[in-house]
């Protein structure tokens, strides 16, 4: 097995390949004059298995990276995988209105005639998958995320922002040994919502808020000013993957969170937990 990083995915990518005692590739990144992307692997490559690690941070550049990566090694391999932590446009997985493309569908055709897997951690929605004709392979770092801040908070309440978040609210709590519930919102009248948990009472407690990413911070910001309004102590947010747009980190200070926590899928200010070891178990 080699490891052939992407140009922002190189730390990342050296984890991976330390751990597990094998190569990886130095590759050449430069831009044509016109700003085409240019990509040489530098090293002779000759694996059963190459596998392309790129984070998507900088979505649009890492897709054509890592297509051109598989095509430069593609004849000295059997099989790529590719290792995208943070899947790009997993977010635009329907049509929300008429004349949009389904995205994430359009990528993983092309992704299903490149590579052989595609592993990825904790995408926006697992029916993706359906999309894709070759293996697609997810792990979970909401675990981290629950060891990285069990000791900083104090028999906590675990919170997903939404129904959809419960699911990692719930493995989050498993962690933590302790309660979790999601946050309803009820209209109370025509220019008031209220945002409560839906059966716990977050007074006199701490909370931790959970969720798959956090991009604008509204959501997690507007939960945690209302969670303050009823009485919560210590709020943690914590994110798979911290995309955190514009002032969002600043939006969430405001609202009284007091830490914001993320891991490395997507690399940022707050990307303090490292899921090399998620997508070594997957690559084993
Ligand atoms: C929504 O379903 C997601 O799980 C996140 O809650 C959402 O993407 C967060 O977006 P924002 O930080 O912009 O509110």
């Known amino acids: 097995m080699i490891i052939i990083p992407g140009s922002s995915s190189q730390e990342l990518a050296y984890r ?19 700003n085409e992307i240019y990509v ?22 890492s897709i054509i990276e890592s297509i051109l990566l598989a095509d430069a090694i593609r004849e000295n391999v059997k099989e790529i995988y590719l290792v995208a932590p943070y899947l790009a446009y997993a977010r635009q997985d329907k049509r929300f209105n008429p004349g949009e493309p389904i995205s994430i569908k359009a990528l993983a055709e092309i992704y299903s005639n490149i590579f052989d897997k595609v592993i990825t951690i904790n995408p926006h929605e697992e029916h993706i998958r359906e999309f894709f004709k070759i293996p697609f392979v997810v792990g979970d770092a909401v675990p981290k995320l629950a ?30 040994e302790t309660e979790y519930d999601y946050l309803e ?46 009485g919560a102590k210590d709020i943690i947010a914590a994110c798979v993957h911290p995309v955190l747009i514009g002032d969002a980190l600043n939006k969430l200070y405001y ?8 891991t490395n899928t997507f ?4 990307s303090k937990v490292d899921i090399s070891d998620v997508i070594i178990d997957l690559l084993r």
Do not use: H, W
């Not at 991976?16 to 430069?30: C, G, P, Q, T």
């Not at 040489?40 to 550049?61: F, G, H, K, M, P």
């Not at 977050?202 to 507007?222: E, F, H, P, Q, Y």
């Not at 690399?267 to 707050?270: A, F, L, M």
């Open 40 to 61: 040489r692997v530098l090293n002779e490559i000759n694996d059963d298995l190459a596998v392309i690690i790129s984070t998507q941070r900088d979505q649009n550049n």
């Open 255 to 262: 609202s009284g969170v007091k830490e914001v926590v993320g």
């Open 185 to 230: 919102k009820t209209r109370i009248s025509p220019t008031e919502i209220k945002i409560a948990p839906k059966t716990l009472d977050v007074n006199g407690r701490d909370v931790l808020i959970v969720d798959d990413i956090i991009s604008t911070g509204g959501t997690v910001a507007t939960a945690a000013k209302m969670l303050k309004e009823q």
């Open 147 to 176: 060891e990285y801040v069990k000791d900083k908070l104090d028999n906590p309440i675990v919170l997903g922002p939404d129904q959809g978040a419960l699911r990692f609210a719930k493995v989050a709590a498993e962690v933590l």
């Open 16 to 34: 991976v390949a330390n751990k597990l005692s094998v190569d990886m590739a130095r590759v050449e990144f430069k831009r044509f004059p016109d």
């Open 267 to 270: 690399v940022s200010e707050v």
